[in-house]
């Protein structure tokens, strides 16, 4: 695990909350810099619950989630790791380092766990239209699509004021490509807002593994999951969570063995 990133994002927190929002009189900013301050200290531990005080507070960002992985991956919690470098992803599908560090455990976990005769899926094989989505964070899928909306209506009231055929080819031309990746984006702006509601997904954050039973409180074993799988969230049923697995299983873990994504 010597070619994980130990980079951190140190910016202030794009905090979903008031900045003025203040715990135990700290700002949520002076907060996020104790942690930081901890992390690059070896303390490695307080990094990591000043990071989770944060999020219980309500604060959201790709720095948070990112640096919340890189120190839980310090402290050799991978699964957890894993969980906060897919919610970095989930709000910056193009941040580098999430992804180098997540290859790089993913890399790991399924080493240790062919050498212990298992075989580990941890990222479930995705379609075409996931690859895309997954391509694309919410406000990113907005974005494109408000600006080549713009655009093709900017086009369309322009060729209505040139006379001259030449001109008028080619802004036709150009607003028939302006559509298309404006339809384009309304489809990935439309998919991606019905991923975010419609479909939850959770990571196995325990350490080593976690059996998957028949029901809640079964005794009966289906089969076990290595830490950092990534699963589809079906139901919750008091401590206990319904999931199903790249393969179709479906089985009951503890809630506390998830964390979701």
Not at 101 to 126: H, K, T, W, Y
Not at 181 to 192: D, S, W, Y
Request: net charge negative; aromatic share 8%; charged share 25%.
């Amino acid at each position: 695990m010597n070619r994980l990133a130990a980079a951190l994002v140190s910016t202030a927190l794009g905090l979903v909350i008031p900045l003025a929002a203040i715990a135990d009189g700290k700002s949520l900013d002076s907060m996020f810099d104790e942690a930081n301050d901890a992390f690059w200290n070896g303390e490695y531990e307080k990094a990591a619950e000043l990071y989770a005080e944060l999020e219980e507070l309500g604060a959201r960002s790709t720095a948070l989630s990112f640096n919340r992985g890189t120190a839980e991956a310090r402290l050799g919690n991978l699964g957890r790791a894993v969980c906060h470098y897919e919610r970095a992803l989930r709000q910056d599908p193009g941040h580098a380092d999430a992804t180098h560090n997540l290859a790089v455990i993913r890399e790991f976990i399924a080493r240790r766990a062919s050498e212990q005769g298992r075989d580990a899926d941890l990222a479930p094989a995705v379609g075409p239209w996931r690859a895309v989505l997954d391509r694309f964070s919410p406000r990113s899928a907005s974005i494109a699509f408000l600006i080549f909306d713009v655009a093709l209506f900017a086009v369309l009231i322009l060729r209505r004021f040139i006379r001259r055929e030449i001109y008028r080819l080619t802004l036709g031309v150009l607003a028939g490509v302006l559509a298309a990746l404006t339809i384009a984006t309304l489809a990935v702006t439309v998919g991606k807002w019905n991923q975010i509601s419609g479909e939850r997904e959770g990571i196995v954050v325990v350490r080593g593994v976690v059996e998957v039973m028949e029901g809640p409180d079964s005794e009966v074993k289906r089969f076990v999951l290595d830490e950092g799988s990534r699963v589809r969230l079906l139901e919750e049923r008091d401590a206990w969570v319904k999931l199903r697995d790249d393969q179709g299983r479906d089985g009951w873990a503890p809630g506390e063995a998830l964390g979701e994504i």
